[in-house]
T-cell receptor, first 115, second 112 residues
């Protein structure tokens, strides 16, 4: 069990640029979640996948955001035309099975800074 | 809509003492789960303890225990024999279905 891995750890980019983050869940976990955490706040749910299917998206996920999990393993989160308000920590989590009792295991996150 | 409120932005406790972090939540559901997560500085979030709403018995994990008051919608975390490694942000979280709602967190300082 190598844990949930996120890449990159930090991303600095200019406003208007596109960025893409990657998340590798724990290998046997079929569920994968994306959260956004801004300074002084708890994580906010963005979206989640069960295998390759994206089952729910938050209203926080504007049209500039897109997430994929093409083979049911790793996932990518892309933000197009970044804005200052996108600066945050983006957290990925994974869990196993269908039970809502199964805990989510979090990665270290990708910290995005928009100049 | 479900909300989670942590009214203590920061707390401090002397090493080896006991501290209680408060959490209240709002929901109209009867079946849900509650969690406390710990996020050390620059490190990943880890699960500390969890509680099923249908269980009346309070969950306990070593030095960590909860006081779950379902009618009052209160879910506090007690840390006994505080250690330096307990210093972190602590998030209370509510889960129903696949969505977890987090509170804003309480930053816990451990005083040596």
């Amino acid at each position: 069990d190598t844990g949930v891995s996120q890449d990159p750890r930090h991303k600095i980019t200019k406003r208007g640029q596109n960025v893409t983050f990657r998340c590798d869940p724990i290998s046997e976990h079929n569920r994968l979640y994306w959260y956004r955490q801004t300074l002084g706040q708890g994580p906010e749910f963005l979206t989640y996948f069960q295998n390759e299917a994206q089952l729910e998206k938050s209203r926080l996920l504007s049209d500039r955001f897109s997430a994929e999990r093409p083979k049911g393993s790793f996932s990518t989160l892309e933000i197009q035309r970044t804005e200052q308000g996108d600066s945050a920590m983006y957290l990925c989590a994974s869990s196993q099975g269908d039970s809502t009792y199964q805990p989510q295991h979090f990665g270290d996150g990708t910290r995005l800074s928009i100049l | 809509a479900q909300t989670v409120t942590q009214s203590q932005p920061e707390m401090s406790v002397q090493e080896a003492e006991t501290v209680t972090l408060s959490c209240t939540y709002d929901t109209s559901e009867s079946d849900y789960y509650l969690f406390w997560y710990k996020q050390p500085p620059s490190r990943q979030m880890i699960l500390v303890i969890r509680q099923e709403a249908y269980k009346q018995q309070n969950a306990t994990e070593n030095r960590f225990s909860v006081n779950f008051q379902k009618a009052a919608k209160s879910f506090s975390l007690k840390i006994s024999d505080s250690q330096l490694g307990d210093a972190a942000m602590y998030f209370c979280a509510y889960r129903r279905g696949d969505k977890i709602i987090f509170g804003k967190g309480t930053r816990l300082h451990i005083l040596p």
